[in-house]
């Protein structure tokens, strides 16, 4: 069973950091592509950033690229969004998903795929 747990969320200023981790078990990286995703209230949920493996793909939304890095440790089974230069636009529950490799597309232009397993997310807020 395809299983997800985010952590590292909190509150901070703008223009802090803070590092999200998503921890997976029931699978192995090498086989699925991970992503990020975060929804406001009121807001659609955004995809924020994207890595597959076997794609050897990451993929990042304009609005964090260049501030938010997306990587993996395969020997912890666990996938990373390190986020800096933090927007009080940026506020919102993060989400990461997963994907088998076959029906996900991921590189710089793109990040393609269902997603339909799911954490339980991991709340973000930053103050001005």
């Not at 299983?3 to 078990?25: I, T």
């Not at 493996?53 to 996938?79: C, H, I, L, M, P």
């Amino acid at each position: 069973e395809v299983q997800l747990v985010e952590s590292g969320g909190g509150s901070v200023q703008a223009g802090g950091s803070l590092r999200l981790s998503c921890a997976a078990s029931g699978f192995s990286f090498a086989n699925y592509a991970i992503g990020w995703f975060r929804q406001a209230p009121g807001k659609e949920r955004e995809r924020v950033a994207c890595i597959s493996e076997y794609d050897r793909g990451t993929y990042y939304a304009d609005s964090v690229k260049g501030r938010f890095t997306v990587s993996s440790d395969n020997a912890k089974n666990t996938v990373f969004l390190q986020m800096n230069s933090l927007k009080p636009d940026d506020t919102a529950v993060y989400y990461c998903a997963a994907e088998r490799s076959m029906w996900a597309v991921v590189s710089t232009s793109e990040c393609v795929g269902d997603f339909g397993s799911w954490g339980p997310g991991t709340q973000v807020t930053v103050s001005s």
